[in-house]
Nanobody
Framework: QVRFVESGGGLVQSGGSLRLSCVAS???????VGWYRQTPGKQRDMVAS???????IYEDSVKDRFTISRDNAKNTVYLQMNSLKPEDTAVYYC????????WGQGTQVTVSS
């Protein structure tokens, strides 16, 4: 199993930006990796993913605001979040797609209005 450590969250005002980092315990260069988010009482949903060929998919509500990228040399996947909205408030996680890796602790993103 690959383990992931997420970081970069925090408190930001509406319209602000954050960059999240997801560091894997081993190389994930051959796998698709997704960023997910969860709010209390709701299921965890994927907001963005990046394939091994750098094909990117975004959930509709974050298109044109979030950018996913990867640095395989650092075993790291990033999520650049711009124009943040209060509804982006959630705990953000990363994980390989289609694998049953354990979830990490996530990183809290709070957007104030």
């Amino acid at each position: 199993q690959v383990r992931f450590v997420e970081s970069g969250g925090g408190l930001v005002q509406s319209g602000g930006s954050l960059r999240l980092s997801c560091v894997a315990s081993e190389t994930v260069s051959m796998h698709s990796v997704g960023w997910y988010r969860q709010t209390p009482g709701k299921q965890r949903d994927m907001v963005a993913s990046i394939s091994r060929d750098n094909f990117k998919i975004y959930e509709d509500s974050v298109k044109d605001r979030f950018t996913i990228s990867r640095d395989n040399a650092k075993n790291t996947v990033y999520l650049q979040m711009n124009s943040l909205k209060p509804e982006d408030t959630a705990v953000y996680y990363c994980k390989r797609k289609l694998f049953s890796d354990d979830w990490g602790q996530g990183t809290q993103v709070t957007v104030s209005s």
